[in-house]
């Protein structure tokens, strides 16, 4: 009778300590995040005297951060504008060309297409299938245009990266790589060279005029993700473990040619990179990283002498994060996401938040997506997040786009305009504008 009455007692405070735990933790990240809106470094930190293991740390995580507050239904900024239906799988990548009247996919029933969007009389945006491409022969997972949009490039789990004369509709040239190709990007101002990351931890550099390899950066992770830095003299890639290396492209032969700029402590696999420059002497510039910890984080390449670090060969980089974004899920799944800056948005005169006061009404700011910086991403849980880090010291859930049936693995900004295009495990694409008001 004693040995049940203590077990009883035991249990009760093992139920106490739990919701101690959880309330205390819960207390630190209310903290925590109200000091960073107001730019305090002060905060309450979980291991102050409490032990909270990692299971318990990624399940309260969930609870407390995965829960983004909907803005109004007034200040919703956007709405689907029509479907692309075609692909007989799951699509994982969609991206408008540069001149935006085409969007390229690529999709798990081995196929690459391209898309027209314009709009008709009524002024009701339209896309409609233009054409279909298929010499592939597993499942595709990635595409990237050529900076004049008149060829394409794709990468497959087939091992192979294809280049694709568009008016003929058919690949011109095919190269074979060790491991699936996991992502490809075309140099922006080389139409003959591209970069694949593949899952035998390699970058390899294939020149169209070329029948081999122009080079191979050999890495310890594999190559999930792959960006130029607006100058184009450095690739930055991140991996399975969680790296972002910056390669110096000037120094091809040399081993010092890459350093690890950022390293997310838990390891986390990165599943996409990509930049965009704030200024127009390039100076200024965002990189924004998806990672398995369903954290969106964005970093600043930008700081005093940076033009001159450019200059110089073999120079080290070095990130700081200035957002850290959370509501979406990645864990587990390829996803990716875009930067829009909107062509009235002018980063110079973006004030920063320094008070709660400052802090309030910059939140009552102008929805006018011309004067917006946003990123948007898609996400296992089916929907595409938007974010908007218009203002450098915070970044703030904007709205969350639902209509897909299934993971949305793709969310990709046209180049110039307002408009999203988002890629579905559903085999379904949306576009999405501007809500009429």
Same mark, same amino acid.
């Given at each position: ?13 093992? $139920? ?23 730019? &305090? ?20 995580? @969930? ?5 983004? *507050? ?18 007989? =799988? ?83 040239? &095919?190269?074979?790589? /060790?491991?699936?190709?996991?992502? /490809? ?18 970058? /390899? ?15 310890? =992770?594999?190559? !999930? ?28 032969? @040399? ?47 930008? !700081? ?31 996803? $990716? ?15 920063? /938040? ?31 997040? *938007? ?7 915070? =970044? ?36 999405? =504008?501007?809500?009429?008001?």
């Amino acid at each position: 009778m004693e040995n049940k009455t203590l077990r009883s007692k035991l249990e009760k405070m093992e $139920r106490e300590y739990k919701e101690l735990k959880r309330a205390y933790f819960e207390l630190s990240i209310k903290q925590r995040s109200s000091n960073h809106m107001v730019g &305090s470094q002060d905060s309450l930190t979980i291991s102050d005297g409490i032990d909270t293991s990692e299971g318990i740390q990624d399940q309260l995580q @969930e609870e407390v951060h995965n829960k983004p *507050v909907q803005r109004k239904e007034e200040g919703k900024s956007f709405s689907c504008k029509c479907d692309l239906e075609g692909h007989a =799988g799951a699509v994982y990548v969609a991206r408008f060309c540069h001149k935006g009247q085409y969007i390229a996919s690529g999709s798990l029933d081995k196929s690459v297409r391209i898309w027209t969007v314009q709009s008709d009389s009524a002024g009701r945006l339209q896309g409609e299938e233009k054409s279909i491409l298929q010499e592939h022969n597993l499942n595709v997972s990635d595409v990237s245009w050529t900076s004049d949009d008149l060829f394409l490039v794709s990468g497959a789990y087939d091992r192979s990266v294809k280049y694709w004369d568009l008016q003929a509709c058919k690949s011109v040239s &095919s190269y074979e790589l /060790c491991g699936f190709v996991l992502c /490809c990007v075309c140099h922006p101002l080389d139409c003959n060279q591209i970069w694949a990351g593949t899952s035998q931890n390699q970058a /390899c550099l294939i020149d169209k005029r070329s029948s081999t390899f122009a080079s191979v950066l050999q890495n310890d =992770g594999m190559m !999930n993700g792959l960006c130029f830095t607006p100058d184009c003299n450095k690739l930055f890639s991140g991996d399975s473990k969680g790296c972002i290396k910056a390669w110096d492209l000037r120094m091809m032969n @040399e081993s010092a040619c890459d350093s690890v700029a950022f390293h997310i402590e838990s390891n986390k696999p990165i599943s996409d990179l990509h930049f965009a420059t704030l200024s127009q002497s390039q100076e200024i510039s965002l990189l924004a990283a998806n990672s398995y910890d369903n954290i969106l984080r964005v970093f600043s390449r930008a !700081n005093v002498g940076s033009h001159e670090r450019d200059q110089m060969p073999g120079s080290r980089e070095s990130l700081r994060m200035i957002h850290s974004l959370q509501g979406h899920k990645n864990k587990n799944f390829p996803i $990716r996401s875009s930067f829009f800056r909107g062509k009235l948005y002018n980063y110079a005169n973006v004030s920063i /938040c320094t008070s709660t006061q400052q802090l309030a009404s910059s939140t009552s700011r102008s929805t006018t997506l011309d004067k917006s910086l946003l990123v948007a991403t898609g996400s296992v849980d089916k929907y595409c997040y *938007v974010y908007d880090i218009s203002n450098p010291s915070f =970044g703030e859930f904007f709205q969350k786009l639902e209509g897909h049936a299934d993971r949305v693995y793709c969310a990709s900004f046209h180049h110039e305009k307002p408009l999203i295009v988002t890629a579905s495990a559903d085999s379904k694409m949306k576009i999405w =504008g501007p809500r009429e008001r």
